[in-house]
């Protein structure tokens, strides 16, 4: 039988949040690193206020060196991949030696990009591999508990980076539908009145993404006295 | 094939190796760091009769020690019949009285020993090391073994060589013949400390839950694990990582923010199996080593199959004359170190040292053993592309079910340093699978 | 033989709340050749999941966990004692002394000791010089050290050392803590029971003599207590070197062990920063003297 603790439910579930995070973040700035070759130079500020992160950066080649790559700078992707890759070292006995090394194959490869002129190529195999985490996950990860842990985290931070970039309605859409059907999977505690609530704003005219950020952001802050679903 | 050939996939090995993670971690000017530990493809191999030479001796060996462990905190007759002096045993580190009296499940202290042996150039093995509080290691040749499998099929194909895929399946029999009710758990530090590919390879193999001090809790004079849904599940077997002295703040340092309070005293009532048993340290202390073959002979009337090294005492006058007469040809080691600490050659002193060493061998006799230099049998490495002979020992893991098992593997460590004798992962040195032959 | 009536009252008090506080507690008198316990009573507060144990020096002891938010623990003992005349405990395995033949880190010598116990250690033993020892049977008194048979060879010895440990340190709380070593006190020159007792352990370790650390309580209102057991070979004679006398049946015995350490009345791990003060209130009395007062 599958036993897990509070500790590690909670780093299963950060471990898929900061794998898509990665992923998401990288398709995105491959997209501005395109425009920023030859056309905007300062697509970055922008992006930046879109990702809600502190625009530290001086110019567009400290913005690709930094956002990318420095490990120091709390809010780069090589940040976030560390993170994952701190989560994950610790879940070798749930999701297995064959999953696990998916990640370290990206950390490899985020080494590499950080050393190569062509970033892009290397940041693929960066893609490629947290891609194949997630294939690996599916495929050899007995425990659906486990399963349904890491995916929840994937389907709550894609919603909130989403709900960030003010993806159109339809996406959004998409990604709550299937994080409705996850998250009773799991049969972790989170607030239903919140769940309700996230439902309803999908379907507003105009989204408020502002709104859809706060509200995932504390589906799980569950207060004792409130209707909550699991255990 | 030529094991020289071997070579050839180095690299396919190496990225493997990398690829799964295979690191120790170790500290330097105190920031935490993964490194890959060194892998040299030739194994070292041993056929089949020596294997079972070794075999025989080390089982003998370990149910010695296990006798001896269970008789210090017992009915102490080995120090009544003065075949061992107290002053080894309660001046020596690893005692610790809290065990006094407390019997662990089965009566097995030393469930898994990793017992350090070299081979001299005339082919005779001694016994280095007993390691018997939390030997670490089996986890690399495993895995080692598995990738070397996968790059080059064909020579596990035309070699004989004894599967050592059993190794989680001895661990498992080792930990589920003392569980006392409930799930099996391996108990790490957490990531940062140095073995931490081994607990979460362990873990995964074995099939026992990977915990840390703050996921299992003592209730109702029992252990249980708490589910993220609140839920508690019975723990009867811990295979704990973490050492005598932090695992629970209650009866040991209570300074341990990494223990489980309590563990102990359930432990004390037989609600829970602790793997290795608390206390064992008193067997493995280097004054004690030299005591191992008489405790052969008086526990179970044998005669020791493997040697000590040739070891002097020199808490006895005899051996402190024939130490001062020959200083330069030992090598001294404190009894108190480990992980190779602690070591120094005689002809390796100056003048000045010596007479300090000296002076402080005269005051404190008891602190100090005295051993023959062995000539080593140097095996070869590959360094930088060419084969090189180096130091090398073999660390043999015998599990303890119902009767003692000798893994039929090991990790074989070598010095890449060609004037070094220390072989530890901690000082840079490498390891080599170990094959024993079908034949 | 008389029989004593004691209160044993320890409190803890939080600045702030605490929780998840884990205990153990060794402060339950028990039988033994010497005393025997009549209706013991234990009470804890707060209520707490737990159990009991003996440990490996034979001491009683409570453990558990207050999980619940609390400011003050208290333990209450309180119950009868009968306490022999004769205060020698029987040592039946001999060979198993031995661990209290050695040093602790608490009783460690260092030069001060050091200093103490050559000052000492040539001092003529034989009966013409000796006082005559109160508590231990005239036979042994008589007995000439020069034919050494033991027994009462230590017996002068442990009590020379006791004068010694007596004069070399002054009465006064406060100034060291439970986890000063011997050598520390004796080199402040005061501390309490449990530094004189450290003191004389020491010295008589020096001389591979097995000894052991008691804690216990004794007639009087106050703190408790602790002294010192000496083994000569075939009983544990106590000595208490905080008073400069033979331990007798108005002394009551807790636990031993090779220091305080091994007996410490509290041990405590909790979450939380508060600031904490351990009161411990002693009360032993005459059974007798109760009827005589009404």
């Known amino acids: 039988m599958a036993i897990l603790s509070i500790e590690h439910s909670d780093r299963l579930f950060w ?24 056309l905007k130079d300062e697509d970055y500020n922008e992006y930046c206020i879109e990702q809600d992160i502190p625009n530290i950066y001086t110019s567009k080649e400290d913005f690709i060196k930094r956002y990318c790559f420095d490990e120091t700078d709390t809010n780069s992707i090589f940040s976030n991949l560390i993170r994952a890759y701190d989560n994950a070292v610790v879940l070798r006995e749930e999701i297995g030696s064959e999953t696990l090394a998916y990640v370290q194959l990206a950390v490899y490869a985020m080494n590499k990009a950080k050393t190569s002129e062509a970033p892009l190529v290397y940041l693929q195999k960066v893609v490629d591999n947290i891609v194949a985490f997630w294939g690996m996950a599916d495929d050899d990860i007995d425990s659906e508990c486990v399963r349904s842990m890491l995916k929840l985290g994937k389907r709550v931070e894609r919603i909130d980076l989403y709900a960030r970039m003010k993806m159109e309605k339809a996406e959004l859409q998409r990604e709550m539908k299937r994080l409705s059907k996850r998250i009773n999977r799991t049969g972790i505690r989170y607030s239903t009145m919140k769940l309700a609530h996230l439902n309803y704003i999908m379907e507003m005219d105009e989204i408020p993404t502002d709104l859809v950020v706060e509200e995932i952001e504390s589906l799980f802050d569950v207060r004792v006295n409130e209707d909550v679903v699991g255990l | 094939m030529k094991e020289e050939e071997l070579y050839r996939y180095s690299d396919t090995v190496n990225e493997l190796l990398a690829r799964y993670g295979v690191k120790f971690g170790i500290y330097k000017n105190g920031i935490f760091k993964e490194q890959l530990f060194p892998f040299d493809m030739i194994p070292r191999k041993i056929g089949k009769d020596e294997f079972n030479y070794l075999e025989k001796g080390l089982k003998q ?74 030997p670490s290691g089996a986890s690399y040749p495993m895995i080692a073994r598995d990738i070397c499998r996968r790059s080059s099929p064909a020579t596990f194909k035309n070699n004989s060589i004894c599967d050592n895929r059993n190794y989680a399946k001895l661990l498992r029999k080792t930990m589920d013949y003392v569980n006392a009710g409930g799930h099996t758990v391996i108990l790490s530090p957490g990531r940062y400390n140095a073995a931490y590919f081994e ?97 052969i002979k008086y526990y179970l009337d044998e005669e020791p199959i493997l040697n000590n090294a040739p070891t ?128 | 033989m008389r029989k004593l009536k004691f209160q044993y009252r320890m409190q803890l008090s939080f600045s702030k709340p605490v929780n998840r506080h884990h205990f153990t507690l060794r402060c339950f008198p028990k039988d033994s050749e010497r005393q025997q316990i009549e209706n013991q009573e234990v009470k804890i507060e707060p209520s707490y999941d737990g159990g009991d144990k003996t440990d490996s020096f034979g001491n009683l002891c409570k453990y558990g966990v207050v999980e619940k938010e609390h400011s003050e623990f208290v333990v ?9 005349g004769s205060q020698f405990q029987p040592v039946y395995e001999k060979h198993k002394v031995g661990m209290f033949r050695y040093h602790t880190a608490l009783t460690k010598k260092g030069p001060t000791i050091e200093n103490i116990y050559n000052k000492c250690k040539d001092k003529d033993l034989s009966t013409e010089n000796f006082p005559y020892i109160p508590g231990i049977s005239d036979a042994d008194n008589i007995k000439n050290i020069e034919n050494n048979e033991g027994s009462i060879e230590v017996i002068r ?18 100034i060291t803590q439970v986890n000063t070593t011997a050598e520390e006190a004796a080199t402040l020159g005061s501390g309490v029971c449990q530094d004189y007792s450290h003191i004389m352990l020491s010295l008589l370790r020096m001389e591979h003599i097995p000894c052991r650390y008691v804690a216990g309580m004794m007639m009087g209102e106050g703190a408790s207590h602790a002294w010192v057991e000496v083994c000569d070979g075939e009983k544990w ?56 007062n009404i």
């Open chain 2, 61 to 134: 060996r370990v149910m010695a020690l296990n006798e001896f462990i269970k008789d210090i905190y017992g009915d102490k007759k080995i120090i009544r019949d003065k075949v061992v002096p107290e002053e080894f045993v309660y001046m020596g580190s690893g005692y610790l009285a809290q065990c006094e009296g407390v019997t662990p499940p089965n009566g097995i202290y030393t469930h898994i020993s990793g017992i350090d042996l070299v081979q001299a150039k005339d082919g005779e093995w001694y016994i280095l090391e007993d390691n018997l509080r939390i």
């Open chain 2, 199 to 295: 607990h979460s390879y362990l873990a995964e193999q074995t099939g026992a839950h990977l915990v840390t001090g703050n996921e299992i809790v003592v209730e109702n004079d029992n252990l249980y694990f708490i589910d993220y849904s609140g839920r508690k599940e019975r723990v009867g077997a811990v295979y704990r990582r973490i050492s005598d002295e932090y695992l629970d703040p209650m009866n040991f340092n209570p300074e341990s923010v990494i223990g489980i309070p309590h563990i102990y005293d359930i432990y004390r009532k037989g609600n829970v199996a602790l793997i290795n048993a608390p206390g064992n340290g008193v067997a493995d202390d280097k004054g004690i080593y030299y005591f191992v073959p008489k405790m």
């Open chain 3, 237 to 292: 004679v106590a000595f208490d070197p905080t008073n400069n006398c033979m331990v007798d049946d108005s002394y009551i015995c807790i636990s031993n062990g090779r220091d305080a350490k091994d007996c410490t009345i509290n041990q405590g791990y909790f979450y939380g920063l508060p600031e904490q003060v351990q009161e411990i209130h002693v009360l032993v009395e005459n059974v007798e003297d109760e009827y005589t």
């Open chain 3, 76 to 84: 209450n003992v309180t119950g009868t004692v009968c306490v022999n």
């Open chain 3, 157 to 174: 010895r442990a009590y020379y050392f006791m004068n010694v440990v007596h004069d070399c340190l002054e009465y006064a709380p406060g």
């Open chain 1, 15 to 38: 471990l898929g949040r900061y794998c898509e995070r990665v992923y998401t973040t990288i398709k995105e700035f491959a997209i501005r690193f395109d425009s920023m070759i030859e």
């Open chain 2, 312 to 439: 002097y005492l020199p808490f006895y006058e005899k051996d402190m004359e024939y130490v001062l007469e020959h200083f330069d040809d030992l090598v001294l080691k404190d009894v108190a170190e480990a992980g190779g600490y602690g070591v120094v050659f005689g002809n390796s002193m100056t003048k000045d040292e010596k007479e300090k060493f000296i002076g402080m061998l005269k005051a404190e006799p008891r602190r100090f053993i005295a051993q023959e230099v062995i000539d080593f049998l140097d095996i070869d490495i590959c360094d930088e592309g060419k084969v090189v002979p180096r130091k090398a020992d073999l660390r043999a893991f015998v599990l303890m079910a119902d009767e003692p098992m000798v893994w039929r593997s090991g990790l074989t460590r070598f010095s890449r340093n060609p004037d070094s004798f220390i072989v530890n992962s901690s000082q840079g040195g490498g390891f080599k699978d170990t094959w024993v032959l079908e034949e």
